[in-house]
C-alpha cells in the first residue's frame, strides 16, 4: 500500500519545499493539499468537525503554487489536492493551471475534486449552495474537452467551452487521475462513475458497506471494475487500521500530518514511517 500525506500548509507551518524534500527522501507516496480562498468571518456555517473551526481554514497556502513548489524540488512525489473546490473556479482557467501542473512535474497530479461544506465561502464566488454539485459536474465536463487531444467542445447546462486550442495538456492524455471526495451516498457515486478514477473518503469510516455500492454504481455505469480506486483521506493511522483498507483493494492511504511548525511535523512524520513497505 502506498503511503501519502496530507497537512494544512500555511503561512505558519513547515514549508512546501522543506515537507516535499522530506516526504520524499523518506519513502513517503505522495503529498496531498486541501483549498480555502478564505473563510467568511460572519459564518453560520458550523465547522465540519463540530466546535471552533481551527484557525487553520483561514491560513492555507494556495495549493498550486504550493505544490508548483513541491513538484520543482522532488522527481517521484506524487501531488495532490485534497480538495479542489472545482464550482468556485473559473473553469477554463483552471484546466490550464491542472494541465500545466500534470505536464511540468512529469505526470504526478492527482484532482481531488470537492463540493464544499462553507456556504458563506461559496456565496462570496457567487455559487449557488443547492446546485454546486451539478455545477461541478458541468465543470469537470468542460475542462475534460479542454484536455482532449483535439479541439472539442462543451456544452453543459452551467457551463459550456467552444472547441479550442489548449495546452499544454496533462502528462499521460486526457484527464489526469482523479478522485471524488464526500460522504457515501448516491449523488456522490454517480459523480464518481461519471468523470472520475475513484473515491477519497475522508477519514475513512464505513468503508465496508458503502464501497460494494460504490462498485455495484461503477459497474452500472459500464466502468471496468478493476480500474476503481479507494484512497482513505486524512487518515491517523494504526497497523490495524492500514490493513483493514488493505482487505478492501485499497492501494493508497493519505495520513493527516498536523499543521505545524518544521520540528513538530517531522517528529510525526518518523513515527508515519514505521507504516512504510
Known amino acids: 500500500m502506498r503511503i501519502s500525506t496530507t497537512i494544512f500548509l500555511t503561512d505558519e507551518t513547515i514549508t512546501p519545499v522543506r515537507l516535499a524534500r522530506e516526504l520524499e527522501e523518506r519513502g513517503f507516496a505522495g503529498l496531498y493539499l486541501p483549498e480555502h480562498t478564505h ?24 495549493p498550486f503554487v504550493a505544490l508548483g513548489q513541491a513538484a520543482a524540488v522532488t522527481t517521484t512525489l506524487g501531488l495532490g489536492t485534497g480538495v479542489t473546490l472545482v464550482a468556485q473556479h473559473d473553469p477554463i482557467a483552471l484546466a490550464k493551471q491542472i494541465a500545466t501542473l500534470d505536464h511540468l512535474s512529469g505526470g504526478r497530479f492527482t484532482l481531488g475534486v470537492g463540493f464544499g461544506w462553507n456556504r458563506e465561502e461559496a456565496a462570496d464566488h457567487g455559487v449557488e449552495w443547492r446546485t454546486r454539485r451539478e455545477l461541478g459536474r458541468d465543470r469537470m465536463h468542460l475542462m475534460r474537452a479542454l484536455w482532449a487531444d483535439h479541439p472539442t467542445a462543451y456544452e453543459g447546462e452551467r457551463a459550456s467551452v467552444r472547441a479550442s486550442y489548449a495546452h499544454p495538456k496533462p502528462h499521460s492524455g486526457g484527464a489526469p487521475r482523479t478522485l471524488v471526495g464526500g460522504g457515501a451516498g448516491p449523488k456522490l457515486f454517480a459523480h464518481i462513475a461519471d468523470y472520475a478514477d475513484g473515491w477519497l473518503p475522508i ?54 500530518l498536523p499543521p505545524e511548525g518544521e520540528g513538530k511535523v517531522l517528529k510525526v512524520l518518523d513515527a508515519y514511517a514505521a507504516y512504510l513497505g
Not at 473563510?39 to 494556495?62: F, K, N, Q, S, W
Not at 460494494?212 to 482513505?232: N, Y
Not at 490493513?243 to 492511504?253: F, I, N
Open 203 to 256: 477519514g475513512g469510516r464505513g468503508l465496508s458497506e458503502s464501497v460494494p455500492v460504490l462498485r455495484e454504481t461503477w459497474e452500472k455505469a459500464g466502468r471496468d471494475p478493476e480500474t476503481l480506486q479507494i484512497v482513505p483521506y486524512a487518515v491517523l493511522p494504526s497497523a490495524g487500521k492500514l490493513e483493514y483498507y488493505a482487505e478492501l483493494g485499497c492501494e493508497e492511504v493519505v495520513l493527516q
Open 39 to 62: 473563510i467568511p468571518v460572519e459564518r453560520t456555517t458550523p465547522a465540519p468537525m463540530g466546535g471552533e473551526l481551527p484557525h487553520e481554514y483561514g491560513r492555507t497556502l494556495d
